[in-house]
Structures are given as structure tokens and as C-alpha cells.
T-cell receptor, first 113, second 115 residues
Framework: DGGITQSPKYLFRKEGQNVTLSCEQN?????MYWYRQDPGQGLRLIYY???????QKGDIAEGYSVSREKKESFPLTVTSAQKNPTAFYLC????????????FGQGTRLTVV | AQTVTQSQPEMSVQEAETVTLSCTYD???????LFWYKQPPSRQMILVIR??????QNATENRFSVNFQKAAKSFSLKISDSQLGDTAMYFC????????????FGKGTKLTVNP
């Protein structure tokens, strides 16, 4: 079945550590997105990519990094520079046409311990 | 920059009644798409309905319909015959080619359907 998979579902990070969240899709979508969800803040865009080997910063990119070496994969690294990383992270993918819906993964809950 | 505003953080409705969720947006683009997504307690995002800015006719999907007012930059969602399964967060979203295909979301409205 086609879909988008995020892993792990829950992730715990110690202070000062970098952690990487995985996002894989087999929908043959060109565009992929990372969002952060906090209570009362909605979905805030961290990074997005429209094509392999290219990506753009979203509204809250500081303290995060991404790569897009393969069409299917768009991993997000939460670095130690991100001062408040505890949140729910959602990955999404879309086709190229403007009217296509975004498909979302099931999310990763990151907690700093 | 495109922005999406949902002014109702929380709403409630009785089962079988009708409720309208508000969304306004700001853009200088002439062609764009608007979406409503639903996020139930499982946190899985689901597309509810979409609307192209060039189409004057309001989109409908079964019990869900929109009131798209382009001049007012308003895009409200009406849910008719509300069901308990409609309890969820609802997010309004915007995209345009001029925005380099960014998909921008509002802060969401938490809808509770009461029995």
C-alpha cells in the first residue's frame, strides 16, 4: 500500500543531543514537508523540499536541519541548537499540482528528558 | 507572505446540528488553493475538502461544504448533521504557486460534537 511513514512514534532526547526523525514515502511525490505542532500553535512549517537535493526553510527552521538525497526520504535532524524541541512533528508529501492533497505520516512525539 | 487565520480556538455543537468554522487568509496571489484538514484524536491528518480560487462555485463533500468569499478572503467550513466522529481539530490551509508550493496552515479550531 502507498503511504508515508514516520519513525519512531516516540523519541526521547537528552539535553545537548542531536536526534533524527525519519520520513519515508512511496507515493512518488516530489514535494515533502516537515511541520511542528504545539498546543494552540497549529502546524508550523520547519522545512520543505520540492525536488531531490533541494530544500527551503520554513517559518521556524532555526535549530533544525534536513536532507533530500532520495525522492522517497526527507529526514529531519533536531540539533542541540533547538532550545525547545519537545513537540509533535508531522511529515507530509504532495504531488506537483497545486490542487493535490497532502498526505501525512502518523507523527513523532519528541520529548527532551 | 501568506497567512491563515482561524479565529475560533474551540467550538462545540450538538449531534445532528450544523456548525460553521471560520478561516480568513491573506495573499496577493490571484490563483491558489484552500483546504480544510481534520485531525481526530488519533492525530492522523485527513483532507476534508478543497477549493480552487478561480472557481466561484463552493465545494461540497457530503455533509461538508464551504463558503468561499474571494473578495473578503474568507473560507468557512460548514458541517451539517454533525456526528460524534466529527470531533477533531480542524485546520484551514493555503497553497499557491507563487508561494513556491508552501502549504501554510492556520492554528486550528477544536470542534467537539456533544451527544
Amino acid at each position: 500500500d502507498g503511504g508515508i511513514t514516520q519513525s519512531p512514534k516516540y523519541l526521547f532526547r537528552k539535553e545537548g543531543q542531536n536526534v533524527t526523525l525519519s520520513c519515508e514515502q512511496n507515493l512518488n511525490h516530489d514535494a515533502m514537508y516537515w511541520y511542528r505542532q504545539d498546543p494552540g500553535q497549529g502546524l508550523r512549517l520547519i522545512y520543505y523540499s520540492q525536488i531531490v537535493n533541494d530544500f527551503q526553510k520554513g517559518d521556524i527552521a532555526e535549530g533544525y536541519s534536513v536532507s533530500r538525497e532520495k525522492k522517497e526520504s526527507f529526514p529531519l535532524t533536531v540539533t542541540s541548537a533547538q532550545k525547545n524541541p519537545t513537540a509533535f512533528y508531522l511529515c507530509a508529501s504532495r504531488g506537483q499540482r497545486m490542487n493535490t492533497e497532502a498526505f501525512f505520516g502518523q507523527g513523532t512525539r519528541l520529548t527532551v528528558v | 507572505a501568506q497567512t491563515v487565520t482561524q479565529s475560533q480556538p474551540e467550538m462545540s455543537v450538538q449531534e445532528a446540528e450544523t456548525v460553521t468554522l471560520s478561516c480568513t487568509y491573506d495573499t496577493s496571489e490571484s490563483n491558489y488553493y484552500l483546504f480544510w484538514y481534520k485531525q481526530p484524536p488519533s492525530r492522523q491528518m485527513i483532507l476534508v475538502i478543497r477549493q480552487e480560487a478561480y472557481k466561484q462555485q463552493n465545494a461540497t463533500e457530503n455533509r461538508f461544504s464551504v463558503n468561499f468569499q474571494k473578495a473578503a478572503k474568507s473560507f468557512s467550513l460548514k458541517i451539517s448533521d454533525s456526528q460524534l466522529g466529527d470531533t477533531a481539530m480542524y485546520f484551514c490551509a493555503f497553497t499557491s504557486q507563487g508561494g513556491s508550493e508552501k502549504l501554510v496552515f492556520g492554528k486550528g479550531t477544536k470542534l467537539t460534537v456533544n451527544p
